[in-house]
């Protein structure tokens, strides 16, 4: 083979010196034009600066969301009337959803399933309310009085399966829980807001909307900190009671129970739903054939469901996002277009020089791409910065993924290719002798 043709095979200095050429001039041109190139990296900055936010948000969130799995067990699962990732906003015709008469899970439906040969432990829980408003309890404290109190009607073996920890006494233990003993466990906010801060809650006597009488008086054992999440105003306020306590005292129902079901570690998850579904459909007397009048949910379930919505979130909010770049695209054509006709005769001198078509094409391309990849980073340190601003404010640890990094930074420079190829076309296919006599 000719030293000629060897050299033939080897374009490497040419691409090299290409590509380092046309990052100069166009950051000359960038330069010269500082103003109208400004107004276009800001186009794409705002476009790639919400794809990155919303990236960071909803993996703190996830994040989150993963932590309450992961508290409540990955490998259980839960027995409901219905299945949330099932839930429709459209009711059938009788005006009710389709699952609203199934019946209830009991207790003795979890004393029985916790008996069960693959199954370590079954538990019920329940939430309390307002027989009246149907929305949350009111507790109170001599003349001070809290609204809309999340309640929850559990077992001994409630903070296993959540995100809390005492600051001060104790759980109820199973011997309350067996007697139905007046007890209740408060959050560390609603404690504050009903003793005061700094205030030893244990040992008070409060009252809890709910039986007979109206109030019920309950006993303070403990108090809890929930984890931190984004729904601390929704958990700020919370009472926890027996369960005992609230069907003999409270006038509880069982309508909205949940069984929270625990396999043993060394028995495959689908073993122990089979037992747990054979169990529930021999007590409920449902014959073959029929469908099952209750719902068996995973703990990972939970995830896929968040990231099913998410996943719609995004691409809605990424569709949004694309008007930024669409925007930033149209500023790259005007601004490339002006710039093949202010360097009109430049290009005329180049071809005259001996430069082909590739090298004119490339040589505006790069300044297109360029031009928006300063964007996509502006953008990108711009919605980092938010992200690290919200994961200190507030209780979501936003954090941007790399994965979104690489997205954000491609979809920059793909939309200064794709704007930028008419005028880099119009700019290859000038006629070197008309270019030239260009004033």
């Known amino acids: 083979m000719s030293e000629g043709r060897f050299r033939a095979l080897i374009p490497g200095p040419r691409v090299v010196s290409g590509v380092v050429e046309g990052l100069r001039i166009a950051m000359d041109s960038i330069r010269a034009n500082a103003f109208r190139a400004g107004l276009t990296v800001l186009g794409v900055a705002i476009g790639v600066a919400v794809v990155v936010i919303m990236a960071a948000l909803i993996a703190g969130v996830r994040s989150i969301v993963q932590e309450g799995v992961e508290a409540a067990g990955p490998r259980n699962f839960f027995v409901t009337r219905f299945d949330l990732s099932d839930v429709q906003l459209t009711p059938d015709g009788s005006g009710r959803p389709p699952w609203w008469n199934r019946p209830p899970i009991t207790a003795a439906e979890a004393r029985r399933a916790a008996a069960l040969p693959a199954i370590q432990d079954a538990v019920l829980s329940v939430p309390l309310e307002d027989a009246a408003s149907g929305g949350g309890i009111t507790v109170e404290y001599g003349a001070t009085s809290v609204t809309g109190v999340a309640g929850a009607a559990e077992t001994e073996q409630w903070p296993e399966y959540r995100l809390v920890e005492f600051v001060e006494g104790r759980n109820f233990v199973a011997a309350e829980v067996e007697q139905g003993r007046s007890v209740v466990v408060l959050t560390e906010r609603l404690a504050e807001d009903l003793f005061g801060e700094g205030t030893s809650a244990v040992g008070r006597r409060i009252r809890a909307t709910g039986g007979p009488s109206g109030r019920v008086p309950l006993t303070v054992v403990g108090v809890a900190r929930p984890g931190e999440s ?14 005992t306590t609230a069907r003999r005292r409270m006038g509880t129902s069982d309508r909205w129970a949940q069984m929270i079901v625990v396999p043993l570690p060394d028995v495959e998850l689908s073993v122990a739903e089979d037992q747990v579904i054979g169990l529930l459909r021999n007590m409920r007397g449902l014959d073959p054939g029929v469908e099952n009048d209750f719902s068996i949910m995973r703990s990972t379930q939970l995830l896929e469901f968040f990231d099913r919505i998410t996943g719609v979130f995004f691409i809605v909010m990424l569709s949004l996002s694309s008007v930024g770049l669409v925007v930033g695209g149209v500023g790259v054509v005007g601004i490339m277009l002006i710039s093949v006709t202010e360097r009109t005769r430049e290009i005329g001198v180049r071809k005259a020089l001996g430069a082909a078509r590739p090298d004119i094409l490339w040589q505006f391309l790069v300044e297109a791409a360029v031009l928006t990849f300063l964007g996509g980073a502006a953008g ?8 690290s601003l919200t994961a200190a404010l507030t209780p979501i640890p936003a954090s941007v993924p790399a994965n979104a990094v690489i997205a954000a930074l491609s979809m920059a420079v793909t939309t200064g290719l794709v704007f930028g190829l008419v005028p880099a076309v119009r700019a290859a296919r000038m006629d070197p002798v008309e270019a030239l006599r260009y004033e």
């Not at 984004?230 to 369960?243: K, M």
């Not at 990108?380 to 992200?387: C, D, E, M, V």
């Open 230 to 243: 984004l729904f601390d105003e929704q958990s700020a306020h919370v009472a926890v009671v027996p369960i």
């Open 380 to 387: 990108l340190a711009f919605g980092g910065g938010l992200a």
